[in-house]
Every structure is written in C-alpha cells, then in structure tokens.
C-alpha cells in the first residue's frame, strides 16, 4: 500500500468515522481506491450512499 492510499485511507475514516472496506476492493488498483475515497469526502457520501458497495452484498 503506497503512502498516497494510505492518507486517502485516514482521510476516509476522519470524514466518516468508519474505515474504508478495503477488502471488497482489492483487485483494483491504488489509485481507483483513491479516486473512490475521494468521490465519497467531495459528495459527503460513504461507499454504500454511492452504492460502490451494497450492506445486502455482506456475508456472515
């Protein structure tokens, strides 16, 4: 994980207080992370209000 991710990662969880999942994004490069991360700070949305990912998507 490169530093750039690494601060949009502490960006994600200031802005929301929640972590960034990480996990169901793991195939895709660094830099979309970011561009993600920072989509969800500008619109005031986290991954699931933009519908990147889904709560209905989680198995227990």
């Not at 530093?3 to 195939?27: C, G, M, V, W």
């Not at 519908?51 to 989680?58: A, H, M, Q, R």
Request: proline content about 3%; charged content about 45%.
């Amino acid at each position: 994980m490169n530093e750039k991710l690494q601060k949009a990662l502490e960006r994600y969880k200031e802005k929301f207080n929640d972590d960034f999942p990480t996990i169901p994004f793991e195939s895709q490069e660094d830099e979309e992370i970011i561009d993600i991360i920072d989509e969800c700070i500008e619109e005031n949305k986290d991954v699931y209000d933009l519908e990147y990912l889904s709560l209905d998507d989680i198995m227990y």
